[in-house]
């Protein structure tokens, strides 16, 4: 009995329509002024790759992003990062390369959105409240990060470890 509702799930994600998906998600996120440009998409089957996204916001140029993989499984959904490079907007305020972010979801804790980004500048722990609409962020910055990037460090809150804190409602 088990065994046909693995096959099952496993045969809805092989004939799922990946891309169209992607394309919904891209059309919702235009109105908020988020604009993903110049991407080259490979439906993988069981997950959706998507190649040198550059991505726009409030059509000014944020960030480029090597590859990203997208894995939609119901219970548990992942979208991986690797190789982005911020533009120089961004890159005025944290170190322009971050090497990969994870962004996880699942049924198991339905109102968050929790992600782990590593890059130039340490590693952060980020948590998307969805209900109480608040973002949290832990991060844990590299010698790069305060040496260069101070004044983007003033503006967080820093606990007795080192862990610099800060909090977003959205």
């Known amino acids: 009995m088990i065994g046909y509702g693995v096959l099952t799930l496993v045969t809805v994600l092989y004939f799922l329509p990946k891309a169209n998906l992607y394309y919904k998600l891209e059309h ?19 997950w959706l790759e998507i190649l040198d996204a550059e991505l726009y916001v409030q059509k000014i140029e944020s960030m480029h992003i090597h590859r990203a993989n997208i894995m939609l ?10 190789q982005i490079t911020l533009a120089s907007t961004p890159g005025q305020f944290v170190p322009k390369n971050i090497q990969s972010a994870q962004f996880r979801y699942g049924l198991y804790d339905p109102l968050n959105i929790n992600a782990t980004v590593l890059g130039d500048f340490g590693k952060a722990e980020i948590r998307l409240n969805l209900y109480d609409r608040i973002m949290t962020a832990n991060v844990e910055a590299s010698k790069l990060m305060k040496s260069k990037f101070s004044a983007t460090l003033k503006n967080l809150t820093r606990d007795k470890k080192g862990v610099y804190h800060y909090e977003y409602s959205f």
């Open 28 to 46: 919702e996120l235009q109105p908020q002024g988020i604009i993903i440009h110049n991407e080259h998409i490979d439906d993988k089957r069981l």
């Open 73 to 82: 499984f119901g219970l548990y959904n992942t979208i991986d990062l690797e």
